[in-house]
């Protein structure tokens, strides 16, 4: 993990610039064929891929700035520093979601549970089946931004090859669990 980000850190933020310029040639070249064709799907699609990686190279730059204010908070900066850092998550989590539903038409539609309000400050229990690449971000834009709730992530390992996430989610305590070594998952039948 340290030599991990110790080589893609520095060279994400650059890196991410880079791939998402390629992607916006991409919208523009679907700009320009937009007379020829109606198919937008590909543009949108490296919008919100470039929409993405910038959101994730500027979550590594906020949290360089945050450990250079404060490299190790003490007992008393701790609460600022957490409060700083899912502060971090919800505004990139809640730009990503606005950017989907603008973009590909990406929806949630939430249920409330009849006793939801009789829960107050009490912890809460979240399991959710994962359904595609964005629905772990909109449960978790949802627990921070509406109900006002501190989530605890449990994810996968690999997931820390994203740079902004590897350092942010480590930050807030979350806990990614390794893989399978012994091949893909097995569902019951």
Known sequence: ???????LGPLWPPLAAGLAALLLLIVAGGALAWPVTSRRRVPRLALLAALYLALDARLLLACAGLWLRHPVPGR??????????????RSTLTTLRSAAAALVGFSVTVEEPPDAGELGGAPLLVLARHAGPGDSFALV???????????RIVLKDTLQWDPGLDVLLNRLSSCFLPGRADGPDERPS
């Not at 900066?77 to 700083?84: E, K, V």
């Open 1 to 7: 993990m340290p030599l991990r980000r110790a080589v």
């Open 141 to 151: 834009d949802l627990l921070l931004s509406r109900y006002g709730r501190r989530p």
């Open 76 to 89: 008393r900066d701790q609460r600022r520093w957490q409060a700083a850092h899912l502060g971090l998550l």
